[in-house]
């Protein structure tokens, strides 16, 4: 395989850049030549395709988001809109595809790999986990710090005025973020997507802290966990505390990546040029007890996410 292009989808997520670098300059000193595509599968589909060099990639891996910028593309569902995509690759000669994104990003792929004949190799970017064949998905660790920064502060600030904390975090289907930023940052409650919780028992929870002289409590609540406001609004009625939330929302997406996610791109980046060069297609790159691993996408996206509920109920008995 001599030519190969790279593309971000999705949302974007801390380390994407450094995998971009991780690929670019793995392929450059194996030989290849690279294309970066722009705002993913909406500029595959316009043609937005530009040479890269190892001058290209320089000074990003310590920046945040994805100098080949991210963009939603409903049109991609078409395989009228697929095969255009594929002949704008064909025209440079391109014949691999390293797309960097989720779930959905990786059916994309597979559909123009399974239709138009493109190599592809999926790098798993997200800040949520929420991709059952890997341990970890790129970005998720920055944004846990992140949310991990905000809990610090917040915390000091509760304290200082008696209060009770609301935290509301990213995860509309997966509380990975919510459960880990918790556990690590000392939370009393973590609300989760997975599982059910009994606001009278949290209520009860904080009125026995009040008793025990303890007056400030932090509630980690995954935006997926249910409605946030009713919460925020019941529980000073229900314990006499005031009760503020703040809501992290895309600060979680920003930043530059953790020692973590820098390391995984790099891990992920040269796996994905390793499996090209073999010629292979449909498969995605992860990490497995600390080993990276690679495995045919539908294989993948049909594994179910398990929620941790062991480390849930530890969780419970560390507040």
């Not at 059952?132 to 949310?147: E, I, P, Q």
């Not at 002289?213 to 529980?235: C, M, P, Y």
């Not at 390391?263 to 060069?277: E, H, K, N, Q, Y």
Request: with cysteine; aromatic share 6%; proline share 2%.
């Amino acid at each position: 395989m001599q030519k190969i292009a790279i593309l971000t989808s999705g949302g974007d997520a801390p380390g994407m850049n450094a995998a971009i670098r991780a690929v670019t300059r793995r392929a450059l000193n194996s030989g290849m030549e690279v294309y970066g595509v722009e705002r993913g599968y909406e500029g595959l589909k316009n043609g937005e395709i530009f040479k890269m060099d190892t001058h290209t990639v320089c000074d990003i891996l310590q920046r945040g988001g994805t100098i080949l910028k991210s963009a939603r593309c409903l049109e991609f569902k078409l395989p009228e809109t697929r095969k255009l995509a594929a002949d704008n690759l064909k025209k440079y000669g391109v014949e691999g595809l390293v797309v960097i994104g989720g779930d959905g990003s990786f059916t994309g792929a597979k559909a123009l790999s399974d239709e138009q004949g493109i190599n592809v190799v999926g790098i798993p970017g997200t800040i949520d986990n929420d991709l059952a064949y890997t341990d970890y998905t790129l970005g998720f660790d920055t944004a846990v710090n992140t949310v991990l920064w905000a809990i610090n502060n917040l915390r000091d600030t509760m304290t200082s005025h008696d209060r009770v904390s609301v935290i509301k975090v990213m995860g509309r289907h997966c509380g990975d973020i919510a459960l880990y930023a918790g556990i690590c940052g000392g939370a009393e409650f973590i609300l989760v997507p997975e599982v059910k919780y009994d606001l009278n028992k949290i209520a009860e929870a904080i009125n026995k802290n009040k008793a025990l002289g303890k007056r400030s409590n932090i509630l980690i609540f995954a935006e997926g966990a249910g409605d946030v406001d009713q919460v925020r609004a019941a529980l000073p009625v229900m314990t006499g505390l005031d009760t503020k939330l703040t809501t992290l929302g895309h600060i979680q997406r920003g930043g530059a990546p953790s020692m973590a996610d820098r390391m995984l791109a790099a891990r992920f980046g040269a796996r994905a040029i390793d499996v090209l060069r073999k010629g292979l297609t449909n498969r995605v790159v992860g990490i497995k007890n600390n080993e990276i691993i690679d495995m045919d996408i539908t294989d993948a996206l049909s594994i179910k996410k398990e929620f941790n509920v062991k480390l849930y109920e530890m969780a419970e008995t560390l507040c």
